[in-house]
T-cell receptor, first 116, second 118 residues
C-alpha cells in the first residue's frame, strides 16, 4: 500500500527558470489538492482536481502557475518564470469521499523549492 | 471566511509530561470538519484525527485525546505522557463543504512546534 508520492523532493533553480513538480496520489483516490507552505506557516490551498477536472483555484495561483491532471491519475504543477517569492514547500494531497460524503486528505512528502 | 488560530507558537515539555495544544476556529457554516495533522522534521503531514461538526464527543487514541467544544469553537489536542518521538509541528485545520465545486479545501492554523526534552 503506497501513499502519496511527490517528485522531486528538492529543487533549486535560478530566478526566471521554469520548474515542474509531479504528484502521484493514492491509486483509488479521485480527488487531488495542491498546497503551498512557507516557513513558519501552515499550508495554503492552491488548487483542487476531481478526476481530471480542475474545479477550484486559489487567488494564490497566479498566471505563472499551471496545474494539470491528465487522465485523472498523476498531477503536475508548473511554475513559469520563477521568482524568489515562490520558494516554499509544495504539498500534494489526495482523498476519496466516503459514504457520508466526508473525506480525509493524505499528504505526500512535498517538494521543497528554492529560487536563487 | 474561515480561520484557524493556534496561539501557541512553540511549546517545550520534559518527557512524560502531559501537554495540550490549543486550536480555535471560526466559520459561518453549520457543517464543517476539523482535523489535526503532525509534521515531523521530514516534512510530511501525517493525519491524526477528523471530527465533524455534529459530533462533539471527545476522542481518545492511545496517548492522544481531543476535546471538541462548539460553544467555545475549540478543538484542543492533548498528549499524555509525552515522548521524544512526539516532537514535531502540529497543525489544526478546518474544512467546509463547497457545494459548487465540491472542494473540501483545508484552512490550516500556523502550527505549534512541540519539543519534548528527554
Amino acid at each position: 500500500d503506497t501513499g502519496v508520492s511527490q517528485n522531486p523532493r528538492h529543487k533549486i533553480t535560478k530566478r526566471g527558470q521554469n520548474v515542474t513538480f509531479r504528484c502521484d496520489p493514492i491509486s483509488e483516490h479521485n480527488r487531488l489538492y495542491w498546497y503551498r507552505q512557507t516557513l513558519g506557516q501552515g499550508p495554503e490551498f492552491l488548487t483542487y482536481f476531481q478526476n481530471e477536472a480542475q474545479l477550484e483555484k486559489s487567488r494564490l495561483l497566479s498566471d505563472r502557475f499551471s496545474a494539470e491532471r491528465p487522465k485523472g491519475s498523476f498531477s503536475t504543477l508548473e511554475i513559469q518564470r520563477t521568482e524568489q517569492g515562490d520558494s516554499a514547500m509544495y504539498l500534494c494531497a489526495s482523498s476519496l469521499l466516503d459514504r457520508g460524503d466526508q473525506e480525509t486528505q493524505y499528504f505526500g512528502p512535498g517538494t521543497r523549492l528554492l529560487v536563487l | 471566511a474561515q480561520k484557524v488560530t493556534q496561539a501557541q507558537t512553540e511549546i517545550s515539555v520534559v518527557e512524560k509530561e502531559d501537554v495540550t495544544l490549543d486550536c480555535v476556529y471560526e466559520t459561518r457554516d453549520t457543517t464543517y470538519y476539523l482535523f489535526w495533522y503532525k509534521q515531523p522534521p521530514s516534512g510530511e503531514l501525517v493525519f491524526l484525527i477528523r471530527r465533524n461538526s455534529f459530533d462533539e464527543q471527545n476522542e481518545i487514541s492511545g496517548r492522544y485525546s481531543w476535546n471538541f467544544q462548539k460553544s467555545t469553537s475549540s478543538f484542543n489536542f492533548t498528549i499524555t505522557a509525552s515522548q521524544v518521538v512526539d516532537s514535531a509541528v502540529y497543525f489544526c485545520a478546518l474544512s467546509e463543504v463547497y457545494s459548487g465545486a465540491g472542494s473540501y479545501q483545508l484552512t490550516f492554523g500556523k502550527g505549534t512546534k512541540l519539543s519534548v526534552i528527554p
